[in-house]
């Protein structure tokens, strides 16, 4: 009895494991790596329950939408608490089992009366016998179970990583959408403004005689244009900043507008020398998820070895009033089910990482190269026009502008000028956005800056 109880409290010592926290969550990557990130606490108090979102008032920066998104967004945050779900398993899998406490009533003779409201122990006949068992799990059970639990966890901690990058380009790519919806507004507001000095001296031209009705019609009809899309730039604004503000988790923008560096462009590298800076969390991931399968193989294999359940305790013989010590030994028997099927499984999702490694390493090469391959459109693109194109439909329409005040050129050609020159502007507007986009989806397949140097 002495040896049992002993074995209970070395079995009670080492199961009081101390609750490991911050052991889940990986190296940060470059990207985003100077912003701080929603991380819960361990200890769940009111006011985890309680927070306020901030809303932000005037300019906003791009390092500031970040800044919001990384500690507010909804998502991030319900992947956070996945990391600490995972770490509390980690202190469920390391907890050995509760023993059991049994009691035993077995009648002997037929004197044995169980209608009486008295306890059967007070009977004649009766052994009454009191246990403490407790099982005893062999094959390294315990440790092999915790390691998958630490394993599982850490994949949780990809995860939040995964989400924390992507949390990072969603909000980058909603921040350049509403800077060009400003740049829209902008330039639609000045071609309004343009359209509208048009018309006007059209006319003073047709009231002063000097030009027919018909030549106003061109002008009212392009200042009609001008302004639907005008309303339509704006309702894109409104539309825009909403959705960027919902990145960090709030319903009604606050802020005024957003600025950035919406017209500086970097040197583009060949896809073969982004290749060697990949490092992102599902590529970093896999040497995590192959130990996980590894381990859970090892696992099924400690299920082949049964467990022992040892048992302690007296029993009381109410006919002549002795008690004896007894003690209780169980082991299974494992004749047929060897864990073989589970095994089997194991083995079999342990070849299936190797594949799916191989396959979000070529996908995200692939996706790479055309994220790349889009960047370096929209860079020649936007340098061409920039260059050449825009100054000479500038100087196109300045001139025929100039000679329109003078008789030289019709209504209709200025209006024709002008259009050709803003469709341009709006052109290097949108491939501007297209270059930012594809540059936010390329750091985003790295999973750093691509001018980190």
């Known amino acids: 009895m002495r ?59 791009l390092h500031d939408v970040l800044a919001l998104s990384l500690m507010q967004n909804p998502s991030l945050k319900v992947s956070a608490w996945s990391v ?61 179970r915790q390691t998958v639990a630490e394993l599982e966890a850490k994949l949780l901690g ?51 005689g000097v030009l027919a009705y018909i030549e106003q019609v061109p002008a009212q009809i392009e200042l009609a244009n001008t302004q639907v899309s005008l309303e339509r730039s704006r309702y894109h604004l409104q539309v825009s900043c909403q959705v960027l503000a919902s990145t960090w988790g709030q ?24 290749i060697p800076r990949i490092s992102v969390p599902e590529l970093d991931r896999w040497q995590t998820e192959i130990g996980l399968h590894q381990a859970v193989i090892h696992l099924e294999k400690s299920s082949r070895v049964p467990n022992v359940s040892i048992g302690s305790g007296i029993k009381y013989f109410k006919a002549d009033g002795n008690v004896a010590f007894v003690s209780s030994l169980s082991l299974p028997l494992p004749l047929w089910d060897w864990n073989q099927g589970a095994i089997l499984a194991a083995k079999y999702n342990l070849q299936k990482a190797y594949e799916e490694r191989a396959t979000v390493e070529m996908k995200i090469h692939t996706n790479l190269a055309k994220a790349q391959s ?5 860079e020649a693109t936007v340098l061409r026009l920039k260059s050449d194109v825009l100054p000479l439909a500038k100087s196109a329409f300045e001139s025929t502008s100039e000679g329109h005040r003078i008789g030289k050129f019709t209504s209709l050609e200025v209006v024709n000028a002008q259009r050709t020159f803003f469709d341009f502007k709006r052109e290097y507007i949108n491939t501007l956005t297209e270059y930012h986009r594809a540059l936010a989806k390329v750091e985003r397949l790295i999973g750093q800056p691509l001018n980190l140097q």
């Not at 109880?5 to 990986?26: E, K, N």
């Not at 924390?164 to 060009?180: G, Y």
């Not at 400003?182 to 071609?191: D, K, S, T």
């Not at 319903?251 to 982004?274: H, K, M, N």
């Open 251 to 274: 319903s009604t923008p606050t802020f005024g507008r957003v600025e950035g560096r919406f017209e500086t462009i970097l040197p583009v590298p060949a896809v073969e020398q982004l």
């Open 374 to 378: 889009a960047l370096a459109s929209a």
């Open 84 to 144: 600490r779900t995972g770490e509390a398993k980690i202190q469920q899998a390391s907890r050995l089992p509760n023993p059991e406490l049994e009691t035993e009533f077995e009648a002997f003779d037929d004197q044995t009366d169980f209608s009486h409201a008295e306890t059967p122990a007070s009977v004649g006949g009766i052994e009454t016998a009191i246990q403490l068992r407790y099982p005893i799990e062999f094959g390294g059970k315990r440790a092999r």
């Open 158 to 208: 990809w995860d939040y990583e995964a989400k924390r990058l992507d949390i990072l380009t969603e909000t980058t790519l909603a921040f350049i959408d509403v800077l060009q919806a400003q740049e829209q507004v902008i330039l639609n507001e000045e071609l309004t403004r343009l359209s509208e000095q048009v018309l006007n001296i059209v006319k003073a031209k047709v009231e002063a």
């Open 3 to 61: 040896q049992f109880l002993i074995i209970l409290l070395l079995a009670f010592l080492v199961g009081c494991s101390v609750y490991q926290a911050d052991v889940s969550w990986p190296e940060v990557h470059p990207l985003g790596k100077d912003l701080t990130s929603f991380y819960p606490s361990v200890h769940i108090s009111a006011t985890d329950k309680q927070q306020k979102l901030r809303e932000p008032k005037g300019v906003l920066t």
